[in-house]
């Protein structure tokens, strides 16, 4: 992937983090997904005041562009930082995006943590979910 379009899923990640609903946690996160075809589909997290019904960024995201019809994906870029501050830390996505990630993408799909355009990480999905349940799994 070049640097221009690194950097440009995460400007679009921080774009996304905007729209965050999170009143019960003020922690914003917005994700980028960038698919084969070039597109790019953006998530933010979206609570809810029975907490195990908020929806991450990252799922935000994958959920819009599976029911937009994608099936292809390269990488995503995501942003966190809590209200009025700026991203202090790298947002890793959690145990169950891992997993929604995995449903529809290979371990080189890239994981892209970044505080700003000029400071990121770049993993692959095989490194943050090894040994991972799938559906070859069940046959
Ligand atoms: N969150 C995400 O959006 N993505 C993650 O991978 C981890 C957590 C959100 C959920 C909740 O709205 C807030 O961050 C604090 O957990």
Do not use: W
Not at 9 to 19: C, F, Q, R, V
């Amino acid at each position: 992937m070049s640097e221009d379009s690194t950097k440009m899923l995460i400007e679009s990640a921080y774009e996304a983090s905007k729209n965050a609903y999170c009143k019960y946690s003020g922690y914003h996160v917005g994700a980028a997904l960038l698919c084969g075809d070039g597109t790019v589909f953006t998530g933010c997290n979206i609570e809810n005041s029975s907490y195990g019904a908020t929806n991450c960024a990252e799922r935000t995201a994958f959920f819009k562009a599976v029911s937009e019809g994608q099936r292809s994906f390269e990488a995503i870029a995501i942003i966190g930082y809590l209200e009025g501050n700026k991203p202090e830390s790298y947002a890793f996505p959690c145990g169950i995006c891992r997993q929604v990630m995995a449903e529809f993408c290979t371990g080189d799909f890239k994981i892209i943590v970044a505080k700003s355009v000029s400071d990121f990480r770049v993993f692959s999905l095989g490194e943050l979910l090894p040994e991972s349940f799938g559906a070859e799994n069940m046959i």
